[in-house]
C-alpha cells in the first residue's frame, strides 16, 4: 500500500527474517539513515511503515533491508469483499511457513523425552546411556536449533550479536 502527499510517499512493507526485536531496530536504522526517509518497523507485525521523499525509490527501500540481511516485499492488495474466494489471505501461507517449525518440535520432543528420563530415573541408566543420550541429543542441537544457528550466523556476518546468537552457543 503506497499513499502519496506532496513530496513525499509513504509505504507499508512485509519484512521477513526478524527475530528478535534487534533485527526490528537494525532495520529501522538502516532505513533512516537513507536520505529523505523516516521509518518505524514493528517486529510483532513484521512491518515497517516507511515514508520517503520523491527521490526514492520502494525497490531502494527493499534493496536496503535485503542488503541488511532480511526480506521485505510490498504486501499484498486485500482480496475484493464481492463472493467467497476461499480462505482468507494469508491463511494457507501461514501453515507452510509453521509446517517446518511444528517438524522440529515433534522432533525435539520425541527426542528430548527419553534423555530427560534417562537422566531422571535410576532404574533407566543402562551401561552407556550417557553415549545414548549424547546420540539422542545431538539431533536436537542440530536439526531442531537449525532456525536459530542459521539467524545467529547472519547476525555474525553483520557485526551483531543477538538472542539467537545465545541460544546457539
Not at 507499508?12 to 529501522?28: D, F, P, Q, Y
Not at 533512516?32 to 525497490?59: I, L, P
Not at 532404574?123 to 537449525?146: G, M, R
Amino acid at each position: 500500500m503506497t499513499t502519496t502527499t506532496t513530496g513525499t510517499a509513504q509505504v507499508e512493507l512485509a519484512i521477513g527474517g526478524m527475530t528478535c526485536a534487534s533485527c526490528a531496530a537494525r532495520i529501522e536504522k538502516k532505513l533512516n539513515r537513507m536520505d529523505g526517509v523516516e521509518a518505524t518497523v514493528n517486529y510483532a507485525t513484521e512491518k515497517a511503515k516507511v515514508t520517503f521523499a520523491d527521490g526514492v525509490s520502494v525497490e531502494d527501500l527493499i534493496a536496503t533491508v535485503e542488503a541488511t540481511g532480511y526480506t521485505a516485499r510490498e504486501p499484498a492488495a486485500p482480496r475484493g469483499a464481492g463472493g467467497d474466494d476461499g480462505p482468507p489471505p494469508g491463511e494457507g501461507q501461514a501453515d507452510e511457513e509453521l509446517r517446518p517449525l511444528r517438524q522440529r518440535l515433534v522432533t525435539a520432543v520425541v527426542l528430548t523425552v527419553p534423555v530427560i528420563a534417562m537422566a531422571m530415573v535410576p532404574a533407566l541408566q543402562i551401561e552407556y546411556w550417557q553415549w545414548l543420550s549424547l546420540t539422542l541429543a545431538a539431533p536436537v542441537v542440530v536439526y531442531a536449533a537449525w532456525p536459530f544457528h542459521r539467524a545467529a550466523w547472519t547476525n555474525a556476518r553483520h557485526g551483531a550479536a543477538t538472542m539467537d546468537t545465545l541460544i546457539s552457543v
